[in-house]
């Protein structure tokens, strides 16, 4: 149980992460979010690192339509300053470069590069497949926005470092495991997130909400989407400051839980040092 699961080829931003939190385990690449999910439940992985939201593209659907049947808990995150490289060949120059390749949201995050360089963006299915392709064309032509990381596995040089267009490009990651590990009661900067269901009755979101504003408790997200597909079932993903058995976040679960029909805590844990110092996200 020395392994943490990651969506993605080695190299990916996701693994990186992995590598910086966790330098002590082995990182064991997955197909999709499913995969890395059900390799800590089937007992392949101790954890995993998934990114539920970056602070350019949004929120990563996959990842909130999964959390609740997932079977995991949260208990940890971790932030990710997002650094592109624009990798070659050994040998190939900036001058040379004729197509970028990438994942989509990668190349829409580089315009300023591609257009300097006056090449071609075509789409890969990830940064770190973008890089291995790149490497097996051999082509000094060739070039690929993808991490440091990718280009040390794939034996790439970097032509540029930090080539995105938004210096705040930044993941955030869930780390999550089988089982709960909230820390106790009265550790500081400690963040709780679950979802939950309001009952079909008017205003039932604003009247389940006031709970949190009535004890104190600061919310720091709070995101619906649809359930089962239908436009009527609406469920909530919403992450506060607190912890759940201290008398302020214990009353407005009690308050949220009277015009609700369903809430699930994901985890408990503490706020990675980056939401600390930097304050991230808003208050809502």
């Avoid at 080695?10 to 992460?17: F, H, K, Q, T, V």
């Avoid at 550790?187 to 389940?208: C, E, G, H, Q, Y």
Wanted: some cysteine.
């Amino acid at each position: 149980m020395t392994r943490i699961a990651f969506q993605g080829q080695p190299g990916a931003y996701s693994d990186l992460a992995c590598r910086i939190a966790y330098p002590e385990m082995t990182t064991l690449p997955c197909e999709s979010f499913e995969a890395a999910i059900a390799a800590v439940r089937e007992g392949e992985a101790a954890l995993a690192m998934l990114p539920p939201e970056n602070s350019i593209a949004g929120r990563v659907a996959d990842m909130h339509a999964l959390l609740p049947g997932s079977g995991l808990f949260i208990i940890a995150e971790k932030f990710l300053r997002v650094e592109h490289c624009l990798l070659a060949p050994m040998g190939a120059t900036l001058g040379g470069i004729r197509r970028v390749h990438s994942h989509p949201v990668a190349l829409g995050q580089v315009r300023g590069l591609i257009r300097e360089l006056g090449a071609r963006a075509v789409a890969e299915y990830d940064t770190a497949g973008a890089a291995e392709i790149v490497a097996r064309l051999a082509n000094p032509e060739d070039a690929a926005i993808a991490s440091s990381l990718a280009a040390e596995l794939h034996g790439l040089s970097i032509l540029r470092r930090n080539v995105e267009d938004a210096a705040h490009n930044t993941t955030r990651f869930y780390v999550m495991a089988a089982a709960p590990q909230a820390p106790p009661p009265g550790t500081p900067d400690v963040m709780t997130s679950f979802i939950f269901r309001v009952r079909n009755v008017p205003a039932a979101l604003f009247k389940a909400l006031g709970g949190f504003a009535t004890n104190g408790v600061n919310m720091t997200k709070l995101e619906s989407y649809m359930v089962g597909g239908t436009f009527t079932a609406t469920q909530f993903l919403a992450e506060v400051d607190g912890h759940p058995d201290e008398p302020a976040l214990r009353l407005a679960l009690e308050e949220l839980a009277f015009f609700s029909t369903e809430i699930k805590i994901l985890g408990t844990y503490r706020a990675d040092p980056f939401r600390v110092a930097q304050r991230l996200p808003g208050h809502l």
